[in-house]
C-alpha cells in the first residue's frame, strides 16, 4: 500500500515510515517540520505542508493517490498544552478533521491514528484497559480523545475504518541509529537522564520520591519506538484486512518506576546520572500500565525490543551520535 504519513518527519512517524518500508509498503511522509526534522524522512518523498490546509492536503492527495492513511501530525507537550490550548485544539482537533474530509473527497477510507493514554487521565484501575473510562485531565488528552470521538462518528456516517493507537511512554531510538529522539525542548525523563549522564543536559530532577510505589517513583509501561511502528503497520494490515476498527493500548502490560530507568541508563552509558530530587510534577499520576491484550490478540502484535535495556541501550546510542549538547 501507499500510505500518506502525517507527522512523517517526527520521532514515532519517521519509525513508522521505517516499518513501513520494511514491510513492503511506500510511505510517503507530509510534515510542517515544526516539530519534525528533514532529516529523519528516508524512506519515501517529503511534502512539506500543514494538515490544517485544505489545498495542501488535497494536492497530496491528488499527486500521490495514497490507499491510506497514519496520521501522527499533532502538538503534543501536556504542559504547554494546558498553557496554550487554542494551538492543540487547532493543530489536532481542527488539523484532523480537515484530514478526515480531505480522505473524504480523495475516496480513502482508512487511517490509523496516533493517540495517547493521555486520554484516560488518572485511572483508578491498573492496568488500563481500552474500555477503562476516558477522562483526559490536560487539553493534549482532550484533542487525542476529541479525534477518536470523531473516528467513530466518521465511521457510522460514512464508513471510514480506523484503529486509534494509544502510546503509554513511546521510548529509544532505531537499533540500526538512523533516526531517534530530538524534542526541543525536550521534557521526557529517558532522553534528559540520557543527556545528564553524557553530561549534556545538567542534573536529572527527579519529580517526587514519595509515591505510593514500591521506591516511592512514579511508574510508566515505556514501549520501544520500533515495536510502535511495527504497531502501526499490524493495524493498517488488520484494517484493509477488513478488521475490525477500534482503539488498541500500546505499551507492554508492565511498568518502569523512575528509579528503574535511572539505573537503566546508567547502565547502558557507562556513567551514572546524576541525580537531584525535586518537588512532584503538577498532573503525574502514580502508576500508568497497559492491559495490551487486544492488541496481542486482535491485531497480532507482540512488543520485542520494549525491555528497559534495549531501550536504555538504543537511546544512549543514538543521543551519543545526534543530541546537540
Ligand atoms: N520525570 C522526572 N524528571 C524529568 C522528566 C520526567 O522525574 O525530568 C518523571 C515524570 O514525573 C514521570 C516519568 O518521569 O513520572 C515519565 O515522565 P515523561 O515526561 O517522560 O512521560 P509522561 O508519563 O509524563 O508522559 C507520557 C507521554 C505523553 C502522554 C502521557 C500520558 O510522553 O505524551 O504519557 O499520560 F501524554
Redesign the pocket.
Known amino acids: 500500500m501507499r500510505v500518506l504519513v502525517t507527522g512523517g518527519a517526527g520521532y514515532v512517524g519517521s519509525h513508522a515510515c521505517k516499518a513501513l518500508s520494511q514491510a513492503g509498503h511506500e510511505p510517503v511522509a507530509a510534515d510542517n517540520l515544526s516539530q519534525g526534522r528533514r532529516s529523519a524522512v528516508k524512506w519515501g518523498p517529503l511534502e512539506v505542508g500543514d494538515v490544517t490546509d485544505p489545498a495542501f492536503l488535497d494536492a497530496i492527495f491528488a499527486s500521490h493517490k495514497p490507499d491510506a492513511v497514519m496520521h501522527f501530525a499533532a502538538l ?1 507537550l ?1 504542559g504547554d498544552s494546558v498553557a496554550r490550548p487554542a494551538q492543540y485544539y487547532r493543530a489536532n482537533v481542527a488539523g484532523g478533521i480537515e484530514l478526515l474530509d480531505a480522505m473524504r473527497r480523495a475516496g480513502i477510507g482508512v487511517i490509523v491514528f496516533s493517540s ?3 486520554v484516560y487521565g488518572v485511572p483508578d484501575t491498573s492496568p488500563i484497559l481500552e474500555d477503562s473510562p476516558k477522562a483526559p485531565i490536560n487539553a ?2 482532550a484533542t487525542k480523545l476529541s479525534l477518536e470521538m470523531a473516528l467513530k462518528d466518521y465511521e457510522k456516517a460514512y464508513g471510514l475504518q480506523w484503529a486509534a493507537l494509544r ?4 521510548a529509544g531510538a532505531d537499533p540500526d541509529g538512523e533516526i531517534g529522539e530530538l524534542h526541543d525542548p525536550e ?4 532522553p ?1 537522564a540520557v543527556k545528564a549522564a553524557m553530561g549534556q543536559g545538567g542534573v ?5 520520591e514519595d509515591y505510593p510505589t514500591e521506591d516511592g ?2 511508574i ?1 509501561d515505556y514501549v520501544h519506538v520500533t515495536d510502535l511502528g511495527d504497531a502501526h503497520v499490524k493495524a493498517l494490515e488488520h484494517l484493509a484486512r477488513g478488521g475490525e476498527s477500534g482503539a488498541f493500548n500500546l505499551g507492554t502490560s508492565a511498568g518502569a518506576s ?1 528509579r528503574e ?1 535511572i539505573a537503566a541508563v546508567g547502565a547502558a552509558a557507562g556513567r551514572s546520572v546524576p541525580v537531584e530530587a ?1 518537588p512532584r ?1 503538577a498532573g ?2 502514580p502508576i ?1 500500565i497497559a492491559s495490551t491484550a487486544r492488541a496481542r490478540t486482535i491485531l497480532g502484535w507482540t512488543p520485542v525490543m520494549s525491555d528497559m535495556a534495549t531501550i536504555a541501550r538504543t537511546a544512549c546510542a543514538w543521543h551519543a551520535k545526534h543530541a546537540v549538547p
Open positions: 503534543s501536556v495517547s493514554a493521555a493534549y488528552g502510546y503509554f511512554n513511546a521534557t521526557h525523563a529517558i534528559l536529572f530532577r527527579l519529580f517526587g517513583t512514579c510508566r523512575v530507568i525535586a510534577r503525574d499520576p500508568l
